[in-house]
């Protein structure tokens, strides 16, 4: 009986205390949204000079440069950011009296308008470098669905052309992925500053 008693009891007790501690008034703070931590690597470039190229520029050292295909007056080749998962695709095409300037920047407009449907705005933004003939314009894509947040073309306006996209290798979230396209797209204006025509 005297069991049953302190059962009874120690049940009553748990009851009050659970009421209580549940009734215990507290401000609630709610938790900010947060997306993946991502750790940067340290800007420093290396200057990149190859005979397969008629011209040079600066690289992240965290990045790979994989040549594709090497034609007489076309050449491709990829930026690699192996930690980040994206690639910068870039071409380059000499200019002469079949394949014009014109042409060449009508080819870069069209080929960024496939993205246009999906993006919520362009910005655009223009670079010149008249002593070392360096002119670009890079165009910022922005939407949560955008493949290609990041194209330019450089040229000297007379024998050089040379396009650019930037990719991330999966899903586009243009929201979660923000701080790598802006880290990234640092290198790209990184690379048009420092190109020169040899």
């Known amino acids: 009986m005297n069991m049953t008693k302190f059962v009874r009891t120690s049940c009553i007790i748990a009851t009050i205390f659970l009421f ?12 900010p949204s947060t997306y993946y931590r991502i750790s940067f690597p340290e800007k420093e470039y290396n200057l990149y000079d190859t005979t397969a190229l008629p011209f040079t520029f600066e690289v992240p050292t965290y990045a790979n440069i994989v040549h594709k295909r090497n034609d007489k007056d076309i050449k491709w080749f990829d930026i690699i950011y192996p930690s980040m998962n994206g690639t910068v695709f870039i ?33 655009e933004s223009n ?72």
């Open 91 to 123: 071409s380059y095409k000499q200019l002469n009296n079949k394949r014009t300037l014109a042409q060449e920047v009508d080819t870069a407009h069209q080929m960024m308008s496939v993205h246009f449907n999906m993006s919520s705005g362009i910005q």
């Open 127 to 198: 670079y010149a470098d008249f002593e070392n003939k360096i002119f670009a314009d890079s165009y910022t894509l922005k939407g949560n669905t955008i493949a290609s947040t990041y194209q330019f073309w450089a040229t000297d306006s007379v024998n050089h052309f040379v396009r650019g996209a930037f990719y991330i290798n999966g899903n586009p979230n243009y929201d979660s992925l923000e701080p790598v396209y802006k880290f990234i797209q640092q290198d790209i204006i990184h690379f048009i500053e420092t190109l020169r025509w040899k």
């Open 20 to 31: 209580v501690a549940c009734n215990f008034e507290s401000e609630y703070t709610p938790k």
